[in-house]
């Protein structure tokens, strides 16, 4: 068992998932730049109000800096299992099952990719990469568990389309499983 970090992975059989280079950058650009002008115009004029709300728009900032940083692996497989930035390496034989979810917000579609676990976490993980340097514990983290078990992976932001990842995860998955 490793304690390496995702972007130590250099598996020419593996399948890795970057951010897209455009995902991100109108977001963590526009709130840093806002806040910086919120925070010289508090400065001007002696206002705490503009204050909070130009370091609350930094603080988001901040938050969705990893989305610009699209030559990192976030998400992939190899013949181990499922590596996920900030959470780890899941082994093939604790996934139980994967699929896209598309959920309809108003007017925009979202894809969610859910990998169900059949055991706890952390006997599923073969490598646990939770612990994270500590300028990086309040940024974004791709993923999200749910109360049933459930690794729930938001697939806007990434590089390839939502049914492409689903379909070569499966593929892999049930060959790395026989």
């Not at 490793?2 to 991100?24: M, V």
């Amino acid at each position: 068992m490793t304690d390496a970090p995702a972007d130590d992975i250099q598996d020419a059989s593996g399948y890795t998932i970057r951010y897209g280079k455009e995902k991100g950058q109108f977001r963590v650009f526009i709130l840093a730049g806002a806040g910086i002008l919120l925070g010289i115009a508090a400065f001007y004029q002696g206002s705490e109000i503009l204050l909070a709300i130009g370091v609350a728009a930094l603080g988001a900032a901040y938050y969705f800096f990893p989305l610009i940083e699209s030559h990192r692996p976030r998400l992939g497989a190899n013949q181990y299992g499922i590596f996920i930035e900030g959470l780890g390496l899941i082994g093939w034989r604790s996934v139980e099952h994967i699929e896209t979810v598309h959920i309809a917000v108003r007017t925009m579609m979202t894809h969610e990719l859910q990998i169900k676990l059949s055991q706890p976490l952390e006997q599923a993980l073969l490598a646990d990469w939770r612990k994270m340097a500590f300028y990086r514990l309040l940024m974004r983290l791709p993923w999200t568990m749910s109360h049933n078990n459930t690794i729930r992976i938001n697939l806007e932001p990434f590089d390839d389309p939502p049914d492409e990842v689903e379909r070569t995860l499966k593929r892999m998955q049930r060959h790395y499983r026989s």
